[in-house]
């Protein structure tokens, strides 16, 4: 052979060898279907078990579009790399998981891999996933198979190259996958192991409240240091947290539960719809993710502790001095929002004593202004909060200089940067999220999701 024909040769077989490796890497086999198990060949205890983990695991707020059907899937998921759909998980047989084995569903919960053998993106969090036990993920498997079936086909995924092949999916999972990562630890009490077997699974709340990497993934580093989804930020949950009064596990409870806490304020946002699931699942399970979370937050330091004690004194004295630099937000203030927090009555009736706001206190003006121009819906059937959104009658120029007063008013941080824009993108977010999703965004999707035990 002679020299240009062998390296033809060992280019050819370069190729043939990087082939057949992206080929390993990336093939899964298909799992047979099976005829759609009737609902009734569920026990009716293992139903209502997995009803409750999948409100744990939120999962129909990520597989409901809004003004859809329950787990229909087609919600919009934002990512740096483009917009990715959730999928249909009722029973339907052609467009849902009706076909599914039991043995096919674990495989997706534990390796994101669907039934056909396609790879499934991480915004499914079965990095998460891989962490819940066979019993749990056959509740969930019942639950899901008594669903009223909708059919509904998948949307497709708007991707660029190379984000959209299944080898970019298949190499994220051989850097990033890991599995049997939680171990319970012996030194610790029954409730703390539980609480941290639902945190570190089925609740995923690392995938929020961890940030991420360029690729993608949670860094394991930096976990529960706050992180970013649908143009929230979702707070610190370690030690690092910016609650001007430190998290204790009896406010974790009260606030995981029922939504608001007297000294942190009202769940909005995307964890509006947590703690709306979290309110219908078993209170044990609540307390154990708020005594394990606790622990992750650790003791507060006495300088810390000495803060939040001073923070809980202004707040009762209202002795907080008014800005004379912003006479344009302080009239806003007046006008707009004196009336709710400032009037001394308890929630719901009354508003957060702003002072306690970890919205105002946060290094990132970003919630401030979602809340300022969405408000807090009330949730149909229940006593919660609610507070109007200011969006069609503030200006940016004016929400701009409301944030930028409370700021100065009610934290002893320093100003921010950046409010403009901060407003600028929670207008446009708040007017992409209307035209695509019609029903309030912390509405109950299913009604028996909402039922309380």
């Not at 995924?157 to 012996?186: C, E, M, V």
């Not at 709306?276 to 307390?287: E, F, G, M």
């Not at 002795?319 to 009336?339: D, E, L, P, R, W």
Request: charged share 15%; proline share 8%; hydrophobic share 40%.
């Amino acid at each position: 052979m002679t020299g240009p024909s062998r390296i033809v040769a060992g280019i050819i077989a370069i190729v043939l060898l990087g082939g057949a490796a992206a080929f390993a890497i990336v093939w899964r086999p298909a799992i047979a279907a099976v005829e759609p198990p009737g609902p009734l060949t569920f026990d009716a205890a293992l139903v209502k078990r997995g009803r409750d983990l999948a409100a744990i695991g939120n999962c129909n707020d990520c597989h409901t579009v809004r003004g859809g059907r329950n787990f229909a899937g087609g919600l919009p998921v934002p990512t740096p790399f483009g917009t990715i759909f959730s999928s249909n998980i009722t029973p339907d047989a052609e467009t849902g998981i009706g076909q599914w084995s039991e043995a096919a569903f674990r495989r997706a919960m534990r390796s994101g891999v669907n039934r056909e053998g396609q790879h499934l993106y991480p915004t499914f969090p079965y990095d998460h996933f891989t962490n819940v036990s066979d019993e749990d993920d056959r509740a969930l498997y019942a639950f899901l198979m008594t669903r009223q079936p909708v059919r509904a086909p998948a949307r497709e995924n708007q991707l660029s190259f190379p984000f959209n092949q299944p080898i970019a999916i298949a190499g994220w999972k051989l850097l990033f996958l890991r599995h049997d990562t939680y171990q319970p630890d012996p030194g610790q009490s029954a409730e703390w192991n539980r609480g941290a077997y639902l945190v570190e699974g089925l609740a995923h709340c690392g995938a929020c409240h961890t940030p991420r990497n360029v690729l993608g993934a949670e860094r394991n580093s930096a976990q529960f240091a706050g992180g970013d989804v649908e143009n929230w930020h979702a707070y610190a949950l370690n030690d690092q947290s910016h609650a001007p009064v430190p998290w204790n596990a009896d406010a974790l409870f009260a606030y995981l539960r029922n939504g608001w806490h007297p000294d942190h304020g009202t769940a909005r946002g995307p964890m509006a719809e947590v703690v709306s699931n979290l309110s219908s699942v078993p209170s044990s399970d609540v307390r154990a993710i708020a005594v394990y979370m606790a622990g992750v937050s650790g003791a507060p330091a006495p300088d810390r502790k000495r803060q939040g004690e001073a923070a809980l004194e202004q707040a009762k004295s209202s002795a907080v001095a008014a800005s004379q630099t912003n006479a344009a937000g302080a009239s806003i203030y007046a006008a707009a929002c004196a009336s709710c927090h400032a009037s001394g009555r308890p929630l719901p009736y009354g508003g957060i004593n702003l002072a306690l706001s970890t919205a105002i206190a946060s290094p990132d003006p970003r919630n401030l202004a979602n809340i300022v121009l969405s408000g807090v819906r009330a949730v149909e059937g229940e006593r919660s909060p609610i507070m109007p959104g200011f969006a069609a009658s503030m200006t940016d120029a004016e929400a701009s200089s409301l944030l930028s007063y409370l700021r100065t008013r009610f934290s002893n941080q320093s100003p921010w940067s950046g409010v403009e824009k901060a407003v600028q993108d929670a207008r446009r977010a708040q007017t992409a999220f209307l035209m695509t999703s019609p029903a309030p965004r912390n509405a109950p999707a299913d009604p028996q999701q909402r039922e309380k035990p």
